[in-house]
């Protein structure tokens, strides 16, 4: 798709960071505002991640304007806020096909630009790859320079701190900016906070400095009183005493929207030895009125009308399985006082809002912070309290360990509201839900459970809530479930036990989760039987006997891995037991899932009742 030139003029001129640092330094404000008109544009007309990119347009212009990129590196943590960053390496005329299937990626992926230095999704990565870097630029010995943009969301997450503290230690030449977009830009990042980064990044400061220091080195008791002096004098100005002690040269905070600032600063930095920290100032969803004030509700979106000022109201539908999740929450919580729940910063996609406003005393979120947020369950489950975590599958991965080593091994009593299980869409590979069965079922004393709709979910939610001997998993897609009603009377399942949904001929089609409507359709079609699982551990092995027994041939299906997921333990259970039948495994490939709706990819993998009717017929023939 192309672009009006006469719209943006300056912005027609830096297609590629080569060609943006042959403009003029008094041309690059009205690139940046172009740029933000053109983001805006763009993301109405493809949806996508908003708000962040909005706040991040003057820090890329500089970057890319002062850094040599893609020689010099440039790493953005997690990647919502790298959209500007897109449009300004060559991928503008593509950006209408941002989270597509087939489009560009929604996020930074290596395989799709020379400019998007580590592929990313979750949170926390970036000082760690920028260390690396570093040290490989420093064994390269070619001037490389590496930069890693992070936000203070992410600075919650043990891994970054893990990352600071090793980069002080080491000293290798690289630059961290904090762009800080939660505390609003006061007096003290205006005019003269700009003008002190840029004197205490220029070259006068830096040699007075380094100069003083190699001075002082033979007079400890100086050395330590001008090193208070140094830090009492930054200390009037600047909040980055931790920085400074975990070994980084801290400069800042500055106004992220001034992009004369950030190019003066950021090259007096660039040539600066040792790990850098640059704090910047910005406001998420900067230049768009509705964004600016509610950046969560903005931070991504449908397709929308920027002229109308607000997001399209959706058609209403049936409810999310987070919305029955919430609403389960909340009936508990007025019952029992000792359910505690825990989010790691997912709140409004966990459905926990409602929750958090009601039950404030029970609501904790931990941050981007997993590992943390699991074995703070595991805390509140040994002294007598209801843990209930609520976490997306994808970010489960990061609290693997504690899962096992906090909770599983001492058969602790928390629930695990797993939310995103399965296909999630435009978020791509990063975020699909495919292995969470598999990274469970192997761990002892742990039950999982698979809801085939809305009512089994809030079901197995209080199933979860009553049992004592463990950890329990109650494991859900995202986006509308499926329109069935759900009983107010919760009624604990009895554990282990599957139910027959439909019985036929043949073929016995074994389904875990909501993939049950697609399995019906497909046994109408052929004539089969269909049994819902309920639970992928333990599994109903009376059931899976009976079925075994009677039918030819059996297909197990699951919105997981099949590698190790729900029907491999079905096939484990058969072999053990000398029960054996020809078994047809239908889930997802041994890949990682691509973006695009959940409806095409769902397609693609043949896991609709078309997909699922066709994989078995193939089968039989």
């Not at 990042?189 to 002082?216: C, D, P, W």
């Not at 509700?297 to 997001?311: I, R, T």
């Not at 409810?319 to 929450?329: A, D």
């Not at 899976?544 to 027994?549: G, P």
């Amino acid at each position: 798709m192309s672009m009006d030139i006469s719209k943006f003029p300056v912005l027609a001129k830096a297609n590629t960071p080569e060609e943006l640092r042959q403009l003029t330094k008094s041309q690059l404000p009205q690139l940046a505002k172009e740029l933000r008109e053109f983001l805006l544009t763009s993301v109405s007309k493809s949806s996508g991640h908003f708000a962040s990119g909005l706040g991040t347009v003057e820090l890329t212009v500089a970057l890319h304007y002062v850094y040599n990129t893609p020689f010099d590196r440039l790493i953005w943590d997690v990647g919502h806020q790298a959209y500007p960053h897109k449009i300004l390496t060559a991928r503008r005329d593509r950006m209408h096909t941002i989270r597509q299937k087939d489009g560009l990626h929604p996020f930074p992926w290596r395989e799709e630009s020379e400019y998007d230095t580590f592929s990313v999704g979750h949170s926390g990565t970036s000082v760690s790859a920028a260390l690396g870097m570093a040290i490989a630029a420093e064994k390269e010995q070619a001037g490389r320079k590496i930069v890693s943009v992070i936000g203070d969301g992410a600075l919650t997450g043990g891994m970054v701190f893990e990352a600071l503290n090793h980069a002080g230690d080491l000293n290798n030449d690289m630059l961290v900016v904090l762009n800080d977009n939660e505390m609003s830009i006061s007096e003290n990042v205006g005019a003269l906070n700009n003008h002190l980064a840029q004197i205490m990044s220029g070259r006068f400061y830096t040699t007075i400095r380094e100069g003083g220091k190699k001075v002082l080195d033979g007079m400890p008791i100086f050395k330590e009183m001008a090193k208070r002096t140094e830090e009492h004098l930054k200390g009037m100005v600047v909040p980055g005493t931790l920085f400074e002690e975990l070994g980084f040269n801290y400069i800042g905070p500055i106004d992220g929207h001034d992009v004369d600032a950030l190019v003066e600063t950021l090259a007096n930095m660039r040539q600066l030895k040792g790990p850098q920290f640059l704090h910047i100032m910005t406001k998420k969803g900067r230049g768009y009125a509705p964004a600016e004030k509610d950046p969560i509700g903005w931070h991504a979106v449908p397709k929308f009308d920027p002229a109308q000022f607000k997001k399209p109201t959706a058609k209403p539908s049936n409810p999310t399985f987070s919305q029955v999740f919430g609403k389960w929450l909340c009936d508990i919580a007025e019952q029992d006082e000792k359910v505690l729940a825990i989010t790691p910063a997912m709140r409004e996609g966990s459905g926990m809002v409602e929750f958090s406003q009601r039950f404030p005393k029970q609501y904790f979120d931990a941050a981007i912070a997993e590992q943390h947020a699991v074995t703070l369950g595991a805390g509140f489950a040994v002294e007598g309290f209801k843990a209930v975590v609520a976490i997306y599958s994808t970010f489960l991965q990061r609290g693997y360990d504690q899962l096992i080593h906090d909770i599983a091994l001492q058969k602790l009593p928390v629930l695990f509201a797993i939310d995103r299980g399965g296909i999630v869409g435009a978020d791509g590979a990063t975020h699909q839900g495919a292995f969470d069965l598999s990274f469970m079922r192997c761990i002892p004393n742990m039950v999982i459970m698979t809801p085939s709709d809305e009512n089994e979910c809030r079901q197995m939610l209080y199933t979860g809530y009553c049992y004592n001997d463990g950890p329990t998993a109650v494991r859900y897609p995202r986006g509308s479930a499926t329109g069935a009603e759900q009983i107010e009377q919760m009624t604990a399942l009895p554990i282990g036990k599957g139910r027959m949904v439909r019985q036929g001929n043949k073929v016995a089609i074994i389904n875990f989760g909501t993939t049950l409507g697609s399995a019906t359709q497909a046994a109408d079609a052929l004539d089969a039987t269909v049994v819902d699982m309920r639970f992928v551990k333990p599994l109903d092995e009376d059931l899976l006997t009976q079925i075994a027994n009677e039918y030819d041939v059996l297909v197990t299906v699951e919105a997981n891995a099949i590698m190790g997921g729900a029907g491999s333990g079905v096939i484990e259970f058969l072999q053990k037991n000398k029960l054996l039948k020809p078994v047809l495994q239908i889930g997802l490939p041994d890949e990682f899932i691509k973006h695009g709706s959940p409806d095409e990819i769902t397609a693609e993998y043949q896991l609709d009742g078309e997909g699922i009717l066709a994989q078995i017929n193939e089968y039989l023939s």
